[in-house]
């Protein structure tokens, strides 16, 4: 297997892929999104329980490739307790990570996803759910889709 | 130069490299193929020797490009052996030759009541179109139904779908997901008993299958040149001529009218009343060229192999756990459909990737049959004249190092 592909299937990736957290919709969610790749079929829907600015709880389903069910799987555990503005902070700093393959500021299972850039196709995949989560954390209704955004 | 089986892989210029350091495995055949030597040198003989704009023209060049569009006309025509030239529209491919019929002969022909008869397995390109023209005129569209996993259309319900409502009947002949090939002139023969105009979309018949219009019965065909063997950018609709004659332009424009006044203007005949603006007839030669190559080689020998290779693979393929293979068990066209539980279908192709191994997985613009399939995507490896056996073992053993990396 090639260096490339080792690094865009890491172990963190695969074991969440294998066994994503907090999958399934909250009966107590205040706010969802669904996101769509309109391209490859893949969908995420995200579900969340604001509390205040804090996020209380989140959950995602959907469906795609291991790179977007572990991205969602472990934002979800990423973003558990942040206010809306350290989310867009994070997903700022995920997505550098993703486009240019830098580690992360802080030590972070993010950094699993910095294999990524090496596969330009795959970027839409690794972002879709956080899509999700930022529009429905602004209570956007309108379906986010990978074609509305640059990534 | 004649096309022939011996050396076939020599004609494929791009299949001599290596991917990923791998000799290249190009099974994604069904959604292009590649271009043989003759049809590359075609077009590249037309741009150094004959290029100019087609038809009016006075000069030397002109008539000579003229000549070469309207013989890659004959040329197609001959292919599938339809009646006159004039039945044989110029388009940039498959999908524009189908909205250009929804188009035109819908709005002329369709009206609130009335009804479009698809089936499930119709390909994107031959369902949106139609849905469109359903929304402006108040037609109502309604599908064959797909038999599950094995991937038929379920006759049985033919006969009460086929009522005297429907105004057409489009169908494909080889699904590109699931691989079946539809019985087309039984399809037409039933329908033409309702009065149902028929419509069939032979993106993946025409390159691989002796295909002949008359034989069929149906009033219209479409299909792409990149799908057998010629270049992006230019199809085919072909069209009985008595229904061409009665229907509006598609696109208004050059080249397609007989008068024009400032209070209105009167159109040409077929083909130049749907061929608005300068035509592609560049492509138009290189088209004419893949018809020549396939014909060297034959289209039952064309069919024999590529489906011999594609039941293989799917043997093959059979024998991996975890696989859920879709379309039929019998004849198939040349491709094989499948997935596998706990593994996406772009994990796969970015496996097979690394192997020098081109696939394509997704839904294959068919999202409504996946949905009823209930699967999300599939991985799809399709054939042409220069795939080898070899090339199917090459294809499982990357799946099963696939498979076993993600612990299915």
Known sequence: ?151 | MASSWESIRDQFPILNQQVNGHPLVYLDNAATTQKPISVINALDRFYARDNSNVHRGLHALSMRATDDYEGARSRVKTFINAEAPEEIIFTRGTTESINLVAASWGSANLKKGDVILLTEMEHHSNLVPWQLIAQRTGATVRYVPVTGDEGLLDLSALDRLLTPEVKVFAFTHVSNTLGTINPVADLCARARKVGAVTVVDAAQSIGHMPLDVRDLGCDFLAFSGHKMASVTGIGVLYGRRALLDAMPPYQGGGGMISSVDFEGSRWKPSPERFEAGTPNFGDAVALGAACDFIDGLGREAIREHDGSLASQARDRLEELPGIRIIGPKGERGGLVSFAFSGVHAHDVVTFADEDGIALRGGHHCNQPLMKKLGLTSTVRASFYVYNEAREIDALVASMRRTIKFFGV
Request: hydrophobic share 35%; proline share 4%; net charge negative.
């Open chain 1, 1 to 151: 297997m090639s260096a490339d592909l080792s690094d865009l299937y890491q172990n963190v990736i695969l074991d969440h892929n294998r066994r994503p957290r907090n999958r399934g919709r909250i009966p107590t969610a205040n706010r969802s999104a669904h996101g769509d790749n309109p391209s490859c079929g893949d969908q995420c829907d995200v579900f969340l329980r604001l509390d205040g600015d804090k996020i209380a709880e989140i959950s995602f389903d959907g469906s795609g490739c291991a790179i977007s069910q572990a991205s969602a799987s472990l934002m979800t555990t990423q973003l558990k307790g942040r206010t809306t503005a350290e989310a867009e902070k994070l997903y700022k700093e995920f997505h550098e990570i993703v486009t240019t393959g830098k580690e992360p500021e802080e030590i972070s299972d993010l950094g699993a996803f910095a294999g990524v850039h090496a596969f330009p196709a795959r970027i839409k995949c690794a972002t879709l759910s956080w899509h999700a989560a930022l529009n429905a954390l602004h209570g956007d209704a309108a379906p986010t889709t990978t074609e509305s955004h640059k990534d």
